[in-house]
C-alpha cells in the first residue's frame, strides 16, 4: 500500500495569490478567470445586476459552472444588427431522475420565460432554451426551490452522473443509482456551491446538498494527501477546478445504456445476492470530443483501470479526479481531458502514479461482465410489485407543444416521476397497477400507441442541437436527423434490408451526441457537409472511423449504397457496424468510392 504524498504542481493552484503557476509562467486565461472568481461568483453577480442583454467572456465563462451557456438564435442574426441573446439552461440530475414537481415547475418555466421546449440531453437532463439574461434567476432560482440544481451541469467540473435510467428493484439497479447519487454528492464543488445559492436564491443554505453520511465521511478525506487541492475552501478542486469537463457513468454488467467506455470514469457495479454493493470494475480515460483537421485530438474509449472493494470505491473515484486536476494539461484546453493523459502517458504511469500519491485502497484485475447490450427501457415494464413504469421515444428528445402540454398534464395528475434516458427518451415512473389503463389511454391521445415500437431507425439515434441555438455548429443536426432517418429507411426499404443501424449525428466533432460509437454517424464539417463514420458496434464498445471527409448531405445515400448492398450480399445477422469492421478499411473506402 502506497503512501500519498502532495503533489507539487498543485500548492500553486491552492494558494490562490498569484498570475504564475509553479514554474513562473503565467496562467493561461481560462486558468486565471477561474482563479479570479472568488470560487465561480465574479464578475457573474455583478452582472446579473446591469440591464445588458448579455454577459461579458468573463462572466459567461463562469456561468458555465452553473449550468448555462450564453447563446443567441442563428437563424435570426441580421447584418449590422446585435446579436439576440439568450441562455441555454441545464439540470444536474443523476441518473436523470426528475421528481414531479420539479418537471412541473420546469415546463411552466419553459412556457413563460423559455423557447416553450424542453430537451432530453444525451446526459439525461433537461435543458431549457431562450431564456433571457434577465429572467434567468427567476429561472435558476425556481429550479432550485423545486429541489432541482443546475450547478456543475456544464463548466471545468464533473458533470452530470449517469447510471441506468429504469427504476428497476432488482438485481444491481438499486446499487447503480444509489452510487451514482453519490458519486454526484462527493464531487459537488463545496465553496461554488455557496456561490451558486448566492447568486440564485439569495445565499438560501438551506438547499444546500445533503450528503448522506457515507459521502460526507470520504469528502473529508478530500483534505488529505494528494487528494487535498491545497486550497481550505474548494478542498477537492482548489481555485482552478479542473483543467476540463469530467464526467461519470455507473451501469450493471451487461447494461450498456450509459454510454460507458465514453466516460472518464466508468463503473460497472457487482452485488449480493441482497442487492449490496460488493464491489465495481473500474474503466477511464474515455472521452468523445475532437477538433477537425487537429490530429492530435482524437475521440478514445476507456480503458480498464481494475476492481475495486465497495468501500473503496468513493474514494477511488476521488483520487481519480485529483489525479486529473493535477496532471492534466491546463496550457492547451483541447488537449485538457483526462483521455490524453491516459493516452500520453499509458495506463500504467497512470496506476502507478495513483496507487502511489493519490489512492490507498486495492485495485484488482477486473471481473468478468456479460456481453454488454444499449438497453433502452422502451414500452411498458414493471419494476416491483405492483409497480409500472414506462419508456416513451422522444426524436432528439425534444418536448414541446401539445404533446408536451398533454405529457405534463399526465405526469400531474398522476404525480408521476420522471426518468430520462442517455438515448433522449423519457420514462414514466411509478405507475401503480390501476393506473396503467388510464395512463395507456392518454398516452394513444397523444399519438403514443406502441411506445415500445418506434421506427426501427429513431430508435436508437440520436443528435445534438447544433444550429440555431448552438455557437459551435458547422451544420444542422437535431433539424435535419428526422429527414436523414427517413431517406435512410426509404433506402433500406428499397434495397430490402431488413437490420436496424445505430445512427448519431451532430454539428460539429466536439460530439455531444457521442458520435464516434455508433454503426454510421454524421459529424458536420462544412457548410451543408459531414464527416462520415463508420464501423462502431450496436452495443457501443468500439470505435467508428472516419472515411469521408466532407459528403454532401445530398449525396449520402449515393455514397453508402454500394456498401449497403455488400452488407446486404454478406448476409446473416452482421450489423453494419460488424460488417464495416469485417471489411477493412480499404474495402470500405473502395466501396464508397465506387
Ligand atoms: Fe454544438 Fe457541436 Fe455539441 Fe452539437 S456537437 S451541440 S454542434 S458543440
Known amino acids: 500500500m502506497s503512501q500519498p504524498s502532495v503533489d507539487a504542481t498543485k500548492s500553486s493552484q491552492g494558494a490562490g495569490s498569484g498570475k504564475l503557476d509553479m514554474e513562473g509562467i503565467p496562467l493561461p486565461k481560462a486558468e486565471q478567470r477561474k482563479r479570479d472568481s472568488l470560487f465561480l461568483k465574479e464578475p457573474l453577480l455583478t452582472e446579473l445586476g446591469n440591464d445588458l442583454p448579455n454577459f461579458s467572456e468573463d462572466a459567461l465563462q463562469i456561468l458555465k459552472f452553473h449550468g448555462s451557456y450564453q447563446q443567441d438564435d442563428r437563424d435570426k442574426r441580421e447584418k449590422g444588427k446585435d446579436k439576440q441573446w439568450q441562455m441555454m439552461l441545464r439540470l444536474r440530475s443523476p441518473g436523470g431522475r426528475i421528481p414531479t414537481a420539479l418537471f412541473l415547475a420546469m415546463n411552466d418555466l419553459a412556457d413563460r420565460l423559455g423557447d416553450g421546449t424542453l430537451r432530453a440531453t444525451t446526459r439525461q437532463a433537461f435543458q431549457m432554451h431562450g431564456v433571457p439574461k434577465a429572467d434567468l434567476k427567476e429561472v435558476i432560482g425556481t429550479i432550485v426551490r423545486n429541489l432541482g440544481s443546475t450547478l456543475a451541469a456544464c463548466g471545468d467540473i464533473n458533470r452530470n452522473v449517469m447510471a441506468p435510467a429504469a427504476p428497476f428493484d432488482k438485481g444491481g439497479y438499486p446499487a447503480a443509482r444509489q452510487l451514482a447519487d453519490e458519486i454526484a454528492d462527493l464531487l459537488s464543488p463545496e465553496s461554488a456551491e455557496g456561490s451558486y445559492l448566492d447568486l440564485w436564491v439569495d445565499g438560501d443554505l438551506s438547499y444546500r446538498i445533503k450528503a448522506g453520511r457515507k459521502v460526507n465521511a470520504v469528502r473529508k478525506r478530500q483534505f488529505e494527501g494528494a487528494v487535498f487541492s491545497g486550497d481550505q475552501q474548494e478542498p477537492l478542486y482548489g481555485d482552478t477546478y479542473l483543467p476540463r469537463k469530467f464526467k461519470v457513468a455507473v451501469t450493471v454488467p451487461g447494461d450498456n445504456s450509459v454510454d460507458l467506455l465514453t466516460q472518464d470514469i466508468g463503473l460497472v457495479v457487482f452485488t449480493d445476492s441482497n442487492g449490496g454493493l460488493r464491489g465495481c470494475n473500474v474503466y477511464v480515460g474515455g ?22 472493494a465497495a468501500d473503496q470505491v468513493l474514494d477511488l473515484v476521488q483520487s481519480i479526479l485529483a489525479l486529473q486536476r493535477d496532471h492534466g494539461d491546463r496550457r492547451l484546453r483541447r488537449h485538457a481531458r483526462m483521455k490524453y493523459l491516459l493516452h500520453d502517458r499509458g495506463i500504467q504511469w497512470f496506476r502507478q502514479e495513483l496507487m502511489r500519491a493519490y489512492f490507498s485502497g486495492d485495485l484488482k484485475p477486473l471481473r468478468s461482465e456479460p456481453k454488454p447490450k444499449l438497453n433502452d427501457y422502451l414500452g411498458w415494464h414493471r419494476h416491483r410489485a405492483g409497480m409500472w413504469f414506462v419508456g416513451i421515444p422522444l426524436l432528439c428528445g425534444r418536448l414541446e407543444g401539445a404533446f408536451k402540454q398533454g405529457l405534463s398534464k399526465i405526469v400531474e395528475t398522476y404525480q408521476l416521476e420522471i426518468r430520462l434516458t442517455p438515448n433522449q427518451d423519457l420514462l414514466l415512473c411509478n405507475i401503480g397497477t390501476p393506473q396503467r389503463a388510464s395512463i395507456r389511454t392518454a398516452l394513444e391521445e397523444l399519438g403514443i400507441n406502441t411506445p415500445d415500437m418506434p421506427a426501427p431507425l429513431a430508435r436508437h439515434a440520436i443528435a445534438c442541437p447544433a444550429l440555431p441555438t448552438c455557437g459551435l455548429a458547422i451544420t444542422e443536426s437535431e433539424r435535419t436527423l428526422p429527414s436523414v432517418l427517413e431517406r435512410l429507411d426509404s433506402q433500406l ?8 443501424v445505430l445512427i448519431r449525428m451532430t454539428g460539429c466533432p466536439n460530439g455531444c451526441a457521442r458520435p464516434y460509437m455508433a454503426e454510421l454517424a454524421l459529424v458536420g464539417s462544412g457548410v451543408n457537409q459531414y464527416q462520415l463514420w463508420l464501423g462502431g458496434s450496436a452495443n457501443l464498445q468500439r470505435l467508428a472511423k472516419p472515411y469521408i471527409q466532407k459528403l454532401p448531405l445530398d449525396q449520402l445515400e449515393a455514397a453508402i449504397e454500394p456498401l449497403l448492398l455488400s452488407w446486404k450480399e454478406a448476409g446473416g445477422r452482421r450489423t453494419l457496424g460488424d460488417h464495416v469492421q469485417k471489411l477493412g478499411d480499404q474495402a470500405v473506402s ?4 465506387a
Open 493 to 500: 426499404q428499397r434495397l430490402e434490408i431488413d437490420k436496424p
Open 590 to 593: 473502395e466501396l464508397l468510392n
Open 287 to 308: 472521452g468523445m470530443g475532437r477538433t477537425h483537421n487537429k490530429e492530435e485530438t482524437f475521440a478514445r474509449i476507456a480503458e480498464p483501470l481494475g476492481y475495486v
